[in-house]
């Protein structure tokens, strides 16, 4: 697992592609030993998952009898869909590359995209934790998350915008790829699993 350190190293990295400075790509690893260390990201955004489970429990357990508790399925079924956040964009993102014979850049995109989920993980987090440490604050949070949104489709499209070389057909493409049908999927899964929150 990369240390802290070489987190920082990657996430520099990204913080100069955002910035649409090439440079970024030195600090990135995007042999296919790096394509695969990039899938620890996941274990890096543990934390603010953590608080994003937390506010999903909570939610769906709104919706129940007041005695309702849930145990580790409910937990399983998170991890499942967690684990589809972070798989099904990069099989879209793999389809649109082929689509348009980019194979090529499709080891860029996975050590880009997961690295990026990290500070946008906590970010996210930060978000959510609102809500329990200021109950009142649901509707504001609501609107930072829309904000927040808003802002992930911008620094993910500027990332892509560097490793597509500006070719702006193919950023599209890649944005609505990584964002558009995970979210479907993600909606799906949370009514076919029984999870979904109030």
Request: charged residues 10%.
């Amino acid at each position: 697992m990369p240390g802290f350190r070489e987190v920082q190293y990657y996430l520099a990295g990204i913080w100069l592609l955002i910035k649409l400075d090439p440079r970024g790509f030195r600090f990135l690893d995007l042999s296919d030993r790096g394509v695969n260390r990039s899938f620890w990201a996941m274990l890096w955004c543990l934390p603010p998952t953590g608080i994003s489970w937390l506010t999903l429990r909570n939610g769906y357990l709104r919706s129940m009898p007041p005695e309702a508790d849930v145990g580790y399925p409910f937990y399983f079924r998170l991890g499942l869909i967690e684990l589809s956040n972070w798989i099904v964009p990069l099989i879209f993102a793999g389809l649109v590359l082929l689509a348009l014979r980019m194979g090529e850049r499709f080891a860029p995109v996975v050590v880009g995209v997961n690295w990026l989920n990290v500070p946008l993980a906590y970010i996210n987090g930060l978000l959510l934790s609102l809500v329990f440490f200021l109950p009142g604050s649901i509707d504001i949070v609501r609107l930072l998350l829309l904000v927040f949104v808003l802002a992930q489709i911008f620094v993910l499209a500027r990332v892509l915008r560097m490793i597509c070389h500006g070719h702006l057909l193919m950023v599209s493409a890649l944005t609505l790829a990584l964002m558009v049908p995970p979210m479907m999927v993600s909606d799906y899964l949370f009514n076919f699993l029984g999870i979904s929150p109030a």
